[in-house]
């Protein structure tokens, strides 16, 4: 079966960045930083903390403390999560913060995400289409 590809433009990760910020900003929890990953989160990253006013972005961090929240593109695999899960001061408390969430999954209580994927189906979002045009036949 040939692998499916859904294309986001950058009008419907504004809207999910905002239906995020929401939810976010439901938790009543304070940030003062974001924590994030250099590929997949950096972009995502930065447009919630623009919104939340939060200046201060953490990239590839070895330690995230307990004021700052975790910011992805995805939670697929959940390996992300599980990486970044063990480098939180406190593991219970990490707020780890999506756009997309992938269907079908277990997700940790700790998961916040704007919208769920319909299926198995690739996501490919505005800031990666030269890289997924480059591996695609990788993928």
Avoid at 24 to 32: V, Y
Avoid at 73 to 92: K, L, N, Q, S
Wanted: glycine share 2%.
């Amino acid at each position: 079966m040939e692998k499916q590809y859904d294309y986001k433009d950058w009008d419907e990760i504004e809207k999910c960045v905002d239906l995020l910020v929401k939810k976010i900003r439901d938790t009543n929890i304070e940030f003062s930083s974001i924590s994030t990953v250099s590929r997949g989160g950096l972009v995502p990253a930065r447009l919630v903390a623009d919104r939340l006013r939060i200046c201060q972005i953490a990239v590839d961090p070895m330690t995230i403390p307990l004021d700052s929240l975790f910011v992805d593109d995805i939670y697929d695999t959940g390996e992300t999560f599980r990486r970044m899960v063990e480098r939180a001061d406190y593991p219970d408390k990490l707020v780890y913060a999506t756009l997309y969430a992938r269907a079908k999954k277990h997700y940790p209580s700790q998961l916040i995400y704007a919208k769920s994927t319909d299926g198995d189906e690739y996501v490919v979002y505005p800031w990666d289409r030269f890289e997924h045009m480059t591996t695609k036949k990788d993928v």
